[in-house]
């Protein structure tokens, strides 16, 4: 090969290893886009409510049917994803639900005398939740794809940090457009966000061509999740499955805290208004920067699944503890909110850092050719939890009050534990990090 080739080559990585952040940055965007309209949209709870003329009961149902849309979909939407690209299926993900967000600002908003049913809402929401699905295992099939061993806990992590990131943003903007600029404003900002972000994607998202020593390609016969091609299908994968169900179960906590935290806050511990949203927010600030920390550090320490199992173990004994101080303190002890606030925000964040690298595991157990089936499984767990936990927790107050929802998450962050896989061996790891480095 001579010196011109040779220099094509390496330009050639280089380039190619600059454009993987461009991948990681549109795997982000999408991911914050979507989430800002399933996490977003029931921050506007109060205004829905007045708005479109709902009771409780009719409130609860519409709000349910974003996650039920999302779990549904999610399965069929990795296969899809599988089978056509991420590309393809991304790109037709987030075009369709901007149309679907679009469709709800045309026809589904109240405006003087007329007001839409809740059923024709429910069912606008459960559009956008079936559509959006789509987002979560193509974009991260993406990810896995343009980033080796070593790197993909990290990529995948700062991914999964747009489900906080955007989820925040939406609950910044989304409740003062609603209720300065009716709802109208709220779906078409959702829309814009994601046609804006379908833009990136067709313009920076395809599958890797890398030359040899671009630094990211797989080794042949290895998949780029630095395994060998699995056998079996992902849905026929006990692996694959225990690490989805333990993910499902781990959820628990940490969707009580972010559906039921300020609940919690305010008529518990009779915290105002500004220290709720401060704890709030604390939550959701750690729990981005713990899952960029913990998919770092896994990384460079190659203890994925060590790691699971040790934030399922911390988070029962967290949440154990903030049950019994709970059951003793009462219900008129205003003085400790602090204290509340405090093991509200360690809860949470202990149940939200493991999201990044038990994603990263799923893809990499999977292979990155079959990523997009094993990320929709662990998705479809994650959004089975977020669907039936806000259901579970008023039954369980008129039961038991706080102490019993505190202590029925910290069972179910423990129920993970053996439901997650033990590590492999070393002498696998070592083998599987050689073929990604060949």
Known sequence: MGNESIAAVRVSGTRAASHRWKVLGVGFAANASFSAAFSGIPTTAVFLRSGYHLGNEGLGLVLGMLGLGIAVSELPW?????????????????????????????FVVPSGVHVPGVATLALGLLLVGLLGGSVNGSSGRAVMAW???????????????????????????????????GFASAYTALAFACAITAV????????????????????????AAGAVPAKVSPLRDIGIW???????????????????????????????????SVTMAAVQTGAAIARVWSGAWTDRRGNRRAYMRACS??????????????????????????????????????ASAWHGVAFTELATLAGTSRSGTALAIGNTCVFLTLFLTPLAIPPLLSVGSWPMVWAVASVCALIALPVFPRAACAGKLVAARACDAT
């Open 78 to 106: 990795g296969l899809l994803t599988d089978r056509w690209g991420d590309r393809r299926v991304l790109l037709l993900g987030l075009l369709s639900t901007a149309a679907a967000l679009a469709g709800l600002a045309l």
């Open 313 to 350: 173990v911390l988070t029962a004994v967290l949440f154990a503890s903030l049950a019994l101080v709970t059951g003793l303190a009462g219900t008129h002890h205003a003085a400790t909110t602090a204290v509340f606030a405090l093991m509200i925000v360690l809860g949470g964040v202990s």
């Open 242 to 276: 225990r690490v989805a169900l333990g993910a499902g179960a781990l959820c628990v906590p940490q969707l009580a805290v972010v559906t039921f935290g300020t609940v919690f806050l305010h008529d518990f511990s009779r915290a105002g208004v500004l220290a709720i």
């Open 200 to 223: 990136f994607a067709w313009c920076w998202l395809h599958e890797p061509r890398h030359a040899e020593g671009s630094g990211v390609a797989a080794a042949p016969g290895v998949t």
């Open 147 to 181: 980033f080796r061993e070593g790197e993909r806990g990290l990529a995948m992590s700062i991914r999964q940090t747009a489900v906080p990131a955007g989820g925040g943003l939406g609950a910044l903007i989304l409740p003062v457009l609603a209720s300065r600029f």
